[in-house]
Nanobody
Framework: VQLQASGGGLVQAGGSLRLSCAAS????????MRWYRQTPGKERDLVAT???????NYVDSVKGRFTISRDTAKDTVDLQMNSLKPEDTAVYYC????????????WGQGTQVTVSS
């Protein structure tokens, strides 16, 4: 499974970005897809999850601002980020839980999101 993240960039506070995670023909096999973020010197933190049946969960700090969605036809998982804050600045990673099919999780490469104040 290969996951390819894209869509990061530089945006002013209050702006929006849409991240996309493209999978190699595998989204339908995932039990869950997640977005994480990481800042220098800190652990990678979970931001949002979407289950196989479309149930979503978010960390409190992004609730109401971020939306995770999955398009099995396009084989992508997106993270729409609105009302961005400087504290959202991080490298964002997508993760796929393919435990049932492949016995492990897979990570995409990170995409940098920078929010200026």
């Amino acid at each position: 499974v290969q996951l390819q993240a894209s869509g990061g960039g530089l945006v002013q506070a209050g702006g929006s970005l849409r991240l996309s995670c493209a999978a190699s023909g595998s989204i339908f096999r995932a039990d869950a897809m997640r977005w994480y973020r990481q800042t220098p010197g800190k652990e990678r933190d979970l931001v949002a999850t979407i289950s196989k049946v479309g149930i979503t969960n978010y960390v409190d700090s992004v609730k109401g601002r971020f939306t995770i969605s999955r398009d099995t036809a396009k084989d992508t998982v997106d993270l729409q980020m609105n009302s961005l804050k400087p504290e959202d600045t991080a490298v964002y990673y997508c993760n796929g839980d393919f435990s049932r099919y492949y016995g492990r999780n897979f990570w995409g490469q990170g995409t940098q999101v920078t929010v200026s104040s």
